[in-house]
Nanobody, 112 residues
């Protein structure tokens, strides 16, 4: 079955950087577009970024475009999210997702 395991979250100061990772298994990773979504405290799930199966095309929500980079390594079945210039509004649990499946998430907390 589909398994997605996120890691790399933590506590970072405003303006800092983090790289999130997602290890995928249970499906042919390179065949599927993947996404990062997040859920801030007290708010609903929010799409952050997406990437095609071959990694050739990416999309971002407006608030993270230019600061976040989604990429993948299909040989390793890994999905990544590089986050720069973090703001307090980026504080959330971040999930990688395939269709409707998500992992357990990794907490990102941005403090001033």
């Amino acid at each position: 079955q589909v398994q997605l395991v996120e890691s790399g979250g933590g506590l970072v100061q405003v303006g800092g950087s983090l790289r999130l990772s997602c290890a995928a298994s249970g499906f042919t990773f390179s065949n599927y577009a993947m996404n990062w979504v997040r859920q801030a405290p007290g708010k609903g799930l929010e799409w952050v970024a997406g990437i095609t199966g071959d990694g050739g095309s990416t999309k971002y929500r407006d608030s993270v475009r230019g600061r976040f980079t989604i990429y993948r390594d299909n040989a390793k079945k890994m999905l990544y999210l590089r986050m720069n210039s973090l703001t307090r509004e980026d504080t959330a649990v971040y999930y990688c997702s395939k269709d409707t499946a998500r992992g357990q998430g990794t907490q990102v907390t941005v403090s001033s």
